[in-house]
């Protein structure tokens, strides 16, 4: 209940202060006043902002004062970053949302209505479907551990109701399947490029481009690839930390070398613990210029990697070799690389007994046959199709 406190003033009139002050058990959560000229005025704000404070809502805004994304996801931010250690990727995205016009939005009042307009604006600015669900993904992220760690009062469910109405309305969508390999004049003019460049640069990109082609190693992997996990005799080396959905941290696995990439790898100077001792986001800013420079369009350097894969299903390896080469766990990942041209594709002799062809029937019931059972490339990997 509210205390009316009355004070004579200066001139001779009368203040009203209306007091309000609330517990929890025999602890104080919150107290706030406000003055008025009318005893009558006070005692009506004093019983309109009791009810208000009933709202939890209210009571939280009212002790910490206005609760917006920005701040939360700033908290997130500074509060698991470095037990997390999550990626680059990831810290861009929180950083932009916490900049973005979204992040002035109460937290503790935030609609579905709300996130389906961000979505809207970010789709009719040219993000695509994809990106537009990571903001989604990344906001329920900062709400539920708001709301589980931090206690505040906010509706992680909101963000599910949204991205239903979103996926409706396919303002939202899986990221579509790339399949941009670099052409062979492509890579000549980028060859030449870096020729020249590396003659001034302490980078060397040609070197990093042909083991990344050869390799099939993301740049982050191949900037943590270290001079002692190599194996000369088995020519292998050692990814550690490899990217994983849920356990990427202490993940080390061990990959094989095509002879291209060892040979590269071998004639780095051996200045630092590891082969490549760059950063890389430093290899990405080189690639992405040079693309600029050269005119060459919608190629990235993670394309390499596609790029790597389809080569050595070209070269003749089986579905069991190359991912001892990429290290891609399930076929439905390693599919996703595989982006062959017809005119790579080997010619297979007809199948014969001695000089005899074999006769068309046998060779319809050996097709039968090999369609019934499984493939003994995909036995003998363990790769499934369902990811790991």
Known sequence: MARIIVRKRADGSCGYTAQIRMHHGKSLVHQ?????SRRAAAEKWARAREVELEDPTALVRAQDGDVTLASLIRWYIDSFQSLSKWQRTKQCQLEFLEKHPIGQSDALKLTPSALIDHARSRRANGA???????DLTWLSVVLRAAKSVKGVLVKPEVVEEARTA?????LIGKSRRRDRRPTLEELKKLDDHFRRRDRRARIPMLDILWFAIHSARRESEICRLEWNDNDAKARTGLVRDA????????NHRRFKYTPEAWAIAERQPKTSEYIFPYEPKSICDAFTRACHVLGIENLRFHDMRHEATSRLFERGYQIHEVAQFTLHESWNELKRYTNLRPEKVRELPEAVEGNTEVPRQKRRSTAREAVNQPSAAVDQSGLQDRPH
């Open 32 to 36: 706030e006043a406000k003055t008025f």
């Open 128 to 134: 695509g479907p994809a990106t537009v669900g990571n």
């Open 166 to 170: 979103c996926r409706e309305f396919r």
């Open 243 to 250: 990217k994983h959905p849920t356990a990427k941290e202490g």
